[in-house]
């Protein structure tokens, strides 16, 4: 990736501003992401009062590790079950032939 590439942007996360450097093309999912993250922390706040933003900011970490686990589960799940599959699909054409 090389500097001509990339666009610094300002995102804004629970009162907090990062300047961040990305490709042009991701500018939309970014601030997406941005949109959903700051709408967490919000709904956090109302839910559980009286917490510190780094404690929102952790909660909401932790859903989306536990997320991108089950996704690259799901991932493997899948994998392994076209293997099994593709196996299977031989074995019958070994079997038919």
């Known amino acids: 990736m090389e500097d001509q590439e ?8 629970a009162g907090k501003t990062f300047p961040i450097r990305i490709e042009a093309a991701d ?7 941005e949109k959903e993250v ?3 922390v919000n709904q956090l706040q109302v839910t559980y009062k009286n917490k510190d933003k780094l404690d929102y900011l952790c909660m909401i970490a932790l859903t989306y590790a536990v997320d991108l686990h089950k996704s690259n589960s799901a ?3 899948a994998s392994v079950l076209a293997s099994r ?11 038919l032939s």
């Open 75 to 77: 991932h493997t799940q």
């Open 85 to 95: 599959l593709a196996s299977i699909d031989d074995f019958l054409d070994k079997a």
């Open 38 to 40: 700051n709408d967490k």
């Open 6 to 13: 990339l666009k610094t942007i300002t995102v804004h996360i």
């Open 27 to 33: 500018e939309l999912a970014i601030r997406q992401i």
